[in-house]
């Protein structure tokens, strides 16, 4: 597995089942997602922040959401754009979309906790009302014979969503300390 693998819906599922985690995996993914993207600490005591619950334990060193962690982070510094959403691959369009609408409010949960009063540039709004909007979308709003090749393409959207708001929030402060 590289460094920059997601590890699997089944396996992350099963990780967050063991610390009975009333998450699923589009949730943690997104939310990890939104706090990263944010410029929250990539730290192995993710679960509590991302969550807000300073009860849950750091996750096992090397473990499935240890490595979602790494991932994430490795995913949304990659150079090549090789970010991804942790989503079902089920054929099943509605669960998909589901799974992503779901993905989307946690990922804007997880962004609110870490972006403290970061400035957006205006594209960077424009992308975080986009997310807000998916957020806010029903399953029922999806047409399961036509809306396959649709979900593709917001899904590819979003990833470069999050990739603006990293750039940001992340990789533009990182930059400006540079050249300081």
Known sequence: MSE?????WADVAAAADRLDLASTPAELHGGLCGWLAAGG???PSWLALVLADPSLPVPDRGG?????????A????NADFGFGLLLPDDDDVAERAGAMFAWCRAFLGGFGLAVGGKKLSEDGEEALGDIANLAAARVDDVDPEGDEES?????EYLRMA??????????APRQRQRLH
């Open 162 to 171: 999050v990739l603006l708001l990293h750039a940001d929030c992340t990789l």
């Open 151 to 155: 979900l593709t393409e917001i899904e």
């Open 4 to 8: 920059t693998e997601l590890p699997g």
């Open 74 to 77: 490795a995913q949304l510094c």
């Open 41 to 43: 600490d990539d730290a």
């Open 64 to 72: 499935v959401l240890d490595r979602l962690r790494t991932a994430s």
